[in-house]
């Protein structure tokens, strides 16, 4: 007979959803970031001087890396599962917040906004897939929700930043991102790839753990 633990299942998939939905809030801070930063930037004594129209293309950047994002998922979340996409997206996350630390000019701004963008497409595509699939249809709903909650408490508390040092923003949003990574790293594979990928062993341990199958 199978026993299922619901009490013990509901632990592991609240854990494992929200963790993977750091990756969205960490979208919501790229997408916040013009917000509080464009004024400073955009001011006299700023430290890296920039025009109204430099500014426009900051703020937008992400949108084009997301769109890469977007195209490319499909051919990443199939290949090396959504639990490892999800991960992948802390990379590009945290180098975009490292490279805008350290940039002394537009271009490589640029440059960090449009990577950040692609881990926003990454993260917008596989995150509800892996909390649909890890979850039980009761909770799939509210998971759902929590991730476009997370984006605009991402875009929200970046937004509240605005007294904050330049370089102490950086700094905030890369722990959040190695985060990201501290706690969805133990988290497992959906059993649903496992099982696309014939891994019906990889399926068995992961359902024990999502659904406490004895």
């Known amino acids: 007979m199978v026993v ?41 004594d700023s430290l890296i001087p920039i025009t109204e129209d430099e500014g426009f293309w900051l703020a937008t950047m992400p949108l084009f890396g997301a769109f890469v994002g977007s195209l490319t998922n499909p051919l990443i979340v199939d290949r090396i599962g959504r639990h490892k996409t999800i991960l992948l997206t802390s990379g590009p996350y945290l180098m975009a ?24 497409g990454w993260s917008f595509s596989s995150v509800p897939m892996y909390t649909g699939e890890v979850s039980d249809a009761n909770k799939r709903g509210m998971f759902a929700s929590w991730s476009s909650i997370s984006f605009i408490f991402g875009i929200l508390a970046v937004t509240l930043l605005d007294p904050i040092e330049y370089t102490t923003h950086c700094n905030s949003r890369r722990r959040h991102t190695v985060l990201l990574i501290l706690t969805f790293m133990w988290m497992p594979e959906s059993p649903y790839y496992y099982i696309v990928k014939n891994n019906l062993e990889g399926a068995k341990k992961s359902l024990k753990i999502f659904k406490r199958i004895k």
């Not at 809030?25 to 464009?38: A, E, I, N, Q, R």
């Not at 002394?104 to 449009?114: L, Q, S, T």
């Open 97 to 120: 917040w490292i490279m805008i630390y350290f940039a002394r000019n537009v271009p490589m701004m640029y440059i960090a906004r449009f990577i950040a963008g692609i881990s926003d």
């Open 4 to 44: 299922v633990n619901t009490s013990g299942s509901a632990l592991y998939q609240y854990l494992a959803c929200y963790s993977a939905i750091l990756a969205i809030v960490s979208s919501g801070f790229h997408y916040g970031w013009p917000s509080p930063t464009l004024p400073k930037l955009l001011a006299e």
